[in-house]
């Protein structure tokens, strides 16, 4: 069966079940119970929002990366222990959406307009609610280093067609879960309004003073990283490159460090099996928007710690 990273269609559950229970038959899979070598796919924001150019956020280069990691691991199902896909997950109103902000004239910031620290004190953009907790947002965000606030166009909007997964990955994880005996784990992210979350495992910024006394917006997923830790192996995929899996894998790389530098060379990444967001078209670019860059030296930084950059192609597994 075919499974087209490209095509926009409803799951095609029967076919997909019909398939499963062949492959059953023939004696190609096993119970993923059974794996000595235990694999994880995790896939991150493999969302139609994201993976194809209808979507509001598309990733240029998003539709071949995600028929280059079904190929990859259809070619491999009897040998996938677990799949995680991750879903960012959005209300309309919030901190990074044109709704939360105006300017002077009370007009809306347009999509991938940057907001720093400068302009909310200067007032070229004001937070449209909860003004205080913006403030201290957006100057703890900048403080970190790793991003400034971009007003990003409305995505992945819970219940609309663009927040679910590319057909042809649910596809293939429904065909993993009824050959293998196995349950996908779905990982939800981004309902917070306060605060980004590009990371799969935390968000951008994790307590706002503003909000009240030890006011959390967020915290590391220990559940889940322990989950993909249990693997012997963990190979990631999705969007974008320089955003929610590059935060995603910052983020392991943190919570590896404290807890054993060993773990590393459990994560593969599969580079071509996902793309950067594209810079912004501002002149001069400030560095910390040049994502394509960004994400190149990020991913030579965490092979240099351990963790090991593949290609669905180089025969390394």
């Not at 959406?97 to 009370?106: A, E, K, L, R, Y």
Request: charged share 25%; glycine share 6%; aromatic share 8%.
């Amino acid at each position: 069966m075919k499974l087209d990273a490209g095509s926009l269609h409803v799951e095609r559950a029967a076919e997909i079940a019909a398939e499963a229970h062949a492959m059953k038959k023939r004696g190609e899979v096993r119970p993923a119970r059974e794996d000595r070598e235990r694999v994880c796919a995790f896939g991150i924001d493999a969302q139609i929002a994201f993976c194809n150019p209808k979507g509001s956020l598309f990733v240029p280069g998003a539709v071949e990366d995600t028929q280059r990691a079904v190929d990859f691991f259809a070619a491999r199902l009897a040998r996938v222990t677990t799949m995680v896909l991750s879903l960012d997950t959005h209300a309309v109103h919030q901190i990074f959406h044109p709704s939360f902000w105006v300017n002077g004239d009370g007009d809306h910031p347009a999509p991938f307009t940057v907001i720093s620290r400068v302009d909310v004190a200067s007032k070229k953009w004001i937070p449209v609610r909860d003004r205080d907790a913006c403030v201290e947002y957006v100057g703890k965000l900048e403080a970190s280093g790793k991003y400034v606030l971009t007003i990003w166009p409305y995505h992945a909007l819970l219940g609309g067609v663009s927040h679910a997964l590319v057909p042809a990955v649910m596809e293939l994880a429904m065909l993993h879960a009824l050959a293998r005996d196995a349950d996908t784990i779905f990982e939800t992210k981004g309902q917070f309004p306060l605060t980004e979350n590009y990371s799969v495992l935390s968000p951008e910024v994790t307590e706002l003073a503003s909000l009240g006394s030890g006011a959390r917006v967020g915290a590391f997923n220990t559940k889940l990283f322990d989950l993909l830790m249990k693997h012997d192996r963990v190979y990631v995929f999705g969007q974008a490159k320089s955003h929610c899996v590059l935060s995603t894998l910052l983020d392991m790389r943190a919570q590896i460090e404290r807890a054993d530098r060993a773990l590393a060379k459990k994560i593969f990444v599969l580079v071509d099996a996902m793309s950067p967001v594209p810079p912004p078209p501002l002149d001069p670019l400030p560095p910390a928007l040049d994502f394509p860059r960004v994400a190149a030296r990020a991913l030579e930084e965490l092979r240099a710690f351990g963790m090991n950059l593949v290609t669905t192609t180089d025969g390394h597994w």
